[in-house]
């Protein structure tokens, strides 16, 4: 990589670690010798982007192909970005140093909306065109995937295609089809056709959007072949699809650098105002023998120190402890550490907790996500206060001092009353604590109560909700603040600017592209950080357009409004989500999957569907 | 339980890993390496793994040391060949040996310098300035120091921490090869030389070896 342009730029910034490469694990290939260049892009920086699960898994994939060299590319942070720009540096990849234009795909993760940004920042700085419309050669080839793929509507006009859904097998063949168009010279024209061919493949530019003088939607249609609806791609079976064998193991430290054992994917619990839980749907698990030996080889391979479960919600995993005891029967004498996040309140079995006590060194978290009864059955959160505090009693005789409490705050038909039950949870979690007999001696309890906005999402039962407007979110969070008495509970709340600017791309329409750009030429990015957001220059982007972020925020829509991701499928029924709305203002709650099949409609994901064609039945 | 001194060296991309990473990133390579690391006992055991000179970040160095605790008897070679194989691209494991020396036996360090200009004229002229400086002595830096808890600025004497140089133009670069003062009592990054000189960015530093209070080689 020696005489790199970037390469007298190492010297200037923060931390250049993030920008050299060259790590164990990277890939090095011979660029003469494969069909194919990849950048795969994550368009936030390295410390978060390298603790990505989907990135390792995709770029592990790409590689193990031998015609295909797919190399890492994050967002320079600032002070490296001036640099670039000062000197006309372009934006290179990690493994090569090369140039991120001359690659023949450019794919996105789409992990956070906030992100957005971004995306165009790094576009510019690889010297490329913004607008698909513009970038008229058939590479590079710009493509985005991720949770955000499910409305990428606001991203449209910048994306050659998107990948809804799960890209394991859809990528593979999106690359196959790339290399038979490159080696016969096709245009972009041709290739965008055929890819649109492909179950799973949405290319925006072969949909035409109308709209209603109200300024709602009034259809989307398709052309040129394309499907009226792209349905999403699954993975049918987990222990026979790719699971890396080894990670690239960062020098850096960054947020999570450890080894990784997906369980499952997909949620068995409907929890109303979770996204994750209904666009992984159905649910899938590993089993616990694959799930085993995939850990060790990774340990083996990377020689981390510590091991994480990684699923929406891992005490759901059928053979949960059975696992862990194959686990441990090797972490243990090797040193591992191994850590079991994401545990629900009501179903921790008591011998985990009592294991998890031993490597204690951080405090118990759970999510009872609403203060009161009645809003936790709104939004289908199966968990009791006698659920929450007898785990949290368990965990004081076990020693635990320290207990993190999430919710939050905007939910649907949410009153004063549920905000005032948040402090109430927390304090009477605080009084279980100085009356158990087996506490801690000689220390006080710390309950942290953090509180998140609640952004309404794509494909949930909350997808027609209006969100709270800031001066509502602002008067809870201060009620909130009001009511906690007790020093032994710590609040912190969600930057409320943050989640409605979140709100709107979640929920945004085409329109949106321009404010995005706008934005992004007047000095937005980073959006996502507390600390760069630049407020006044989003309300200026919106305002310049004359759009109203409220619009897409603030509007309750009705039943039967056509929303912008309609002509996307992700196997969930928009009458299932609607009866679990009308459900959730009856505070009705419904059962996991694992006791009653509710009738989302994710069953129609099967196998053969996936292979049968992405023409998606009209379940609307 | 058996102490050995492992040396190593850095090159390449990998000297932009600063010293903390690279203890990381060589714990977990003698973890893939399969070495048996002798963990310290007590309530959180740690393995012992210590850098007796920490190497500044950016700079490259062609022999460091590594101290750390095995748990069997597992043969020189052995460690060596195994570790080589488990190490990222940029650091290399050279050798092996018992250690003769402690910590704070490291008196001096020698550092090998190349300053790269945009002409030989200019090379020539800085060449030419920074050799007067270094013979009329009395170059100093200001280095933050701690008194306490508290960070002070303290200047220093680079002269008196500069034991031997040997300075050249070459081209369109000049080579500076220079011994400073190292170790725990009295330590000189040669970064802060190159500062006092007025050097231009980019200059590649590489530490060349350690020395003991007699100058003979720190083992």
């Given at each position: 990589?020696?005489?790199?342009?970037?390469?007298?730029?190492?010297?200037?910034?923060?931390?250049?670690?993030?920008?050299?490469?060259?790590?164990?694990?990277?890939?090095?290939?011979?660029?003469?010798?494969?069909?194919?260049?990849?950048?795969?892009?994550?368009?936030?920086?390295?410390?978060?982007?390298?603790?990505?699960?989907g990135?390792?898994?995709l770029?592990?994939?790409?590689?193990?192909?031998?015609?295909?060299?797919?190399?890492?590319?994050?967002?320079?942070?600032?002070?490296?970005?001036?640099?670039?720009?000062?000197?006309?540096?372009?934006?290179?990849?990690?493994?090569?140093?090369?140039?991120?234009?001359?690659?023949?795909?450019?794919g996105f993760t789409l992990q956070?909306e906030?992100?957005y940004?971004?995306?165009?920042?790094?576009?510019?700085?690889?010297?490329?065109?913004?607008?698909a419309a513009?970038?008229?050669?058939?590479?590079?080839l710009v493509i985005g995937g991720g949770p955000c793929a499910c409305n990428p509507e606001p991203l449209a006009p910048f994306f050659d295609l998107f990948l809804p859904g799960e890209g394991e097998e859809v990528s593979g063949e999106l690359l196959d089809l790339l290399?038979?168009h490159?080696?016969?010279?096709?245009?972009k024209r041709s290739f965008l056709r055929a890819a649109a061919q492909l179950p799973g493949v949405y290319v925006p530019a072969l949909y035409d959007v109308t709209y209603q003088?109200d300024g709602t939607l009034a259809a989307v249609t398709s052309r040129d072949g394309a499907p009226p609806r792209v349905r999403k791609r699954v993975v049918a079976d987990?222990?026979?699809s790719?699971?890396?064998?080894?990670?690239?193991?960062?020098?850096?430290?960054?947020?999570?650098?450890?080894?990784?054992?997906?369980?499952?994917r997909g949620c068995?619990?409907g929890?109303r105002?979770c996204q994750a839980g209904f666009l992984y749907r159905p649910i899938r698990?590993?089993?616990?023998?694959?799930?085993?030996?995939?850990?060790?080889?990774?340990?083996?391979?990377?020689?981390?120190?510590?091991?994480?479960?990684?699923?929406?919600?891992?005490?759901?995993?059928?053979?949960?402890?059975?696992?862990?005891?194959?686990?441990?029967?090797?972490?243990?004498?090797?040193?591992?550490?191994?850590?079991?996040?994401?545990?629900?309140?009501?179903?921790?079995?008591?011998?985990?907790?009592?294991?998890?006590?031993?490597?204690?060194?951080?405090?118990?978290?759970?999510?009872?996500?609403?203060?009161?009864?009645?809003?936790?059955?709104?939004?289908?959160?199966?968990?009791?206060?006698?659920?929450?505090?007898?785990?949290?009693?368990?965990?004081?005789?076990?020693?635990?001092?320290?207990?993190?409490?999430?919710?939050?705050?905007?939910?649907?038909?949410?009153?004063?009353?549920?905000?005032?039950?948040?402090?109430?949870?927390?304090?009477?979690?605080?009084?279980?604590?100085?009356?158990?007999?087996?506490?801690?001696?000689?220390?006080?309890?710390?309950?942290?109560?953090?509180?998140?906005?609640?952004v309404p999402k794509p494909f949930t039962p909350f997808q027609w909700e209006?969100?709270?407007?800031?001066?509502?979110?602002?008067?809870?969070?201060?009620?909130?603040?009001?009511?906690?008495?007790?020093?032994?509970?710590?609040?912190?709340?969600?930057?409320?600017?943050?989640?409605?600017?979140?709100g709107a791309f979640a929920r945004g329409d085409r329109r949106l592209a321009?404010?995005?750009?706008?934005?992004?030429?007047?000095?937005?990015?980073?959006?996502?950080?507390?600390?760069?957001?630049?407020?006044?220059?989003?309300?200026?982007?919106?305002?310049?357009?004359?759009?109203?972020?409220?619009f897409y925020?603030?509007r309750?829509r009705t039943f039967d409004e056509l929303l912008p991701w309609d002509h996307m499928d992700y196997g969930i029924s928009k009458r299932f989500l609607r009866r679990e709305a009308e459900?959730?203002?009856?505070?009705?709650?419904?059962?996991?999957c694992?006791?009653?099949c509710a009738g989302c409609g994710a069953e129609r994901l099967s196998l053969c569907e996936a292979k049968a064609g992405s023409a998606g039945s009209s379940s609307g | 339980?058996?102490?050995?001194?492992?040396?190593?060296?850095?090159?390449?991309?990998?000297?932009?890993?600063?010293?903390?990473?690279?203890?990381?990133?060589?714990?977990?390579?003698?973890?893939?390496?399969?070495?048996?690391?002798?963990?310290?006992?007590?309530?959180?055991?740690?393995?012992?793994?210590?850098?007796?000179?920490?190497?500044?970040?950016?700079?490259?160095?062609?022999?460091?040391?590594?101290?750390?605790?095995?748990?069997?008897?597992?043969?020189?070679?052995?460690?060596?060949?195994?570790?080589?194989?488990?190490?990222?691209?940029?650091?290399?494991?050279?050798?092996?040996?018992?250690?003769?020396?402690?910590?704070?036996?490291?008196?001096?360090?020698?550092?090998?310098?190349?300053?790269?200009?945009?002409?030989?004229?200019?090379?020539?002229?800085?060449?030419?300035?920074?050799?007067?400086?270094?013979?009329?002595?009395?170059?100093?830096?200001?280095?933050?120091?701690?008194?306490?808890?508290?960070?002070?600025?303290?200047?220093?004497?680079?002269?008196?921490?500069?034991?031997?140089?040997?300075?050249?133009?070459?081209?369109?670069?000049?080579?500076?090869?220079?011994?400073?003062?190292?170790?725990?009592?009295?330590?000189?990054?040669?970064?802060?030389?190159?500062?006092?000189?007025?050097?231009?960015?980019?200059?590649?530093?590489?530490?060349?070896?350690?020395?003991?209070?007699?100058?003979?080689?720190?083992?």
């Open positions: 990589m020696t005489g790199k342009p970037h390469e007298p730029l190492l010297a200037l910034v923060q931390k250049p670690g993030r920008y050299t490469g060259g790590e164990l694990g990277s890939a090095q290939k011979d660029p003469a010798a494969v069909a194919l260049r990849y950048a795969f892009c994550f368009p936030d920086t390295y410390e978060i982007g390298m603790s990505h699960l990135m390792k898994i770029y592990g994939l790409a590689n193990a192909r031998e015609d295909c060299w797919c190399e890492r590319v994050f967002a320079p942070w600032i002070d490296m970005e001036a640099l670039m720009r000062e000197r006309g540096v372009p934006l290179w990849a990690l493994e090569s140093g090369d140039p991120v234009a001359a690659f023949d795909v450019i956070y906030m992100s940004t971004n995306v165009l920042n790094m576009l510019d700085l690889a010297g490329l065109p913004l607008r513009d970038r008229t050669g058939l590479t590079p290399k038979a490159k080696a016969a010279g096709t245009d003088p987990l222990d026979g790719y699971f890396p064998d080894n990670f690239v193991v960062p020098f850096l430290e960054t947020v999570h650098d450890r080894a990784v054992a997906e369980l499952f068995v619990r929890c105002f698990e590993k089993s616990a023998g694959t799930v085993n030996r995939q850990s060790r080889a990774l340990c083996d391979a990377t020689g981390y120190e510590e091991l994480s479960l990684c699923s929406l919600s891992t005490s759901d995993y059928a053979d949960l402890i059975p696992l862990l005891e194959g686990l441990l029967a090797w972490a243990d004498p090797q040193r591992v550490n191994v850590s079991v996040p994401s545990l629900r309140a009501d179903n921790v079995p008591p011998a985990l907790l009592e294991r998890l006590a031993k490597e204690r060194r951080s405090g118990l978290t759970f999510a009872p996500e609403a203060g009161t009864q009645r809003l936790r059955d709104v939004i289908n959160k199966n968990i009791t206060e006698e659920q929450v505090l007898s785990t949290v009693c368990r965990a004081f005789a076990g020693g635990w001092t320290a207990v993190k409490l999430y919710f939050m705050i905007g939910l649907p038909t949410e009153t004063e009353d549920d905000v005032r039950g948040i402090a109430a949870l927390a304090q009477t979690v605080v009084d279980a604590f100085y009356h158990h007999p087996a506490k801690p001696k000689g220390k006080g309890v710390q309950v942290s109560v953090s509180t998140a906005c609640f209006p969100m709270d407007t800031k001066e509502r979110l602002a008067e809870k969070q201060a009620l909130l603040r009001g009511t906690v008495r007790s020093r032994k509970i710590s609040l912190s709340c969600h930057h409320a600017d943050i989640s409605l600017l979140e321009d404010v995005l750009e706008d934005a992004w030429r007047a000095g937005c990015r980073f959006d996502g950080w507390d600390d760069q957001l630049r407020l006044d220059l989003w309300e200026a982007a919106f305002a310049a357009r004359e759009i109203d972020p409220c925020t603030a309750r459900k959730a203002y009856a505070a009705a709650v419904t059962p996991s694992r006791e009653r | 339980m058996r102490p050995v001194r492992i040396w190593w060296s850095k090159a390449g991309r990998a000297k932009y890993i600063s010293h903390l990473d690279t203890v990381r990133a060589m714990t977990r390579a003698v973890r893939r390496a399969g070495i048996p690391l002798w963990y310290t006992e007590g309530f959180h055991p740690h393995p012992y793994l210590t850098f007796p000179l920490p190497l500044p970040l950016g700079q490259e160095s062609l022999r460091e040391p590594m101290d750390l605790r095995i748990e069997t008897d597992l043969p020189d070679g052995e460690i060596l060949t195994r570790l080589a194989a488990a190490l990222p691209e940029g650091l290399a494991a050279l050798e092996v040996t018992a250690p003769v020396l402690g910590p704070g036996d490291i008196a001096a360090a020698d550092y090998r310098i190349y300053i790269p200009f945009p002409a030989p004229e200019e090379a020539a002229a800085w060449t030419a300035r920074a050799g007067e400086r270094l013979a009329a002595g009395g170059l100093t830096a200001a280095k933050i120091g701690k008194q306490g808890h508290r960070k002070v600025e303290k200047e220093i004497s680079l002269s008196a921490l500069l034991s031997a140089y040997r300075l050249a133009a070459e081209g369109s670069a000049a080579r500076l090869t220079v011994r400073l003062a190292a170790g725990s009592e009295q330590n000189c990054n040669p970064a802060l030389l190159l500062e006092a000189l007025d050097a231009p960015c980019g200059a590649e530093i590489c530490r060349t070896g350690l020395l003991d209070k007699t100058g003979a080689p720190w083992r």
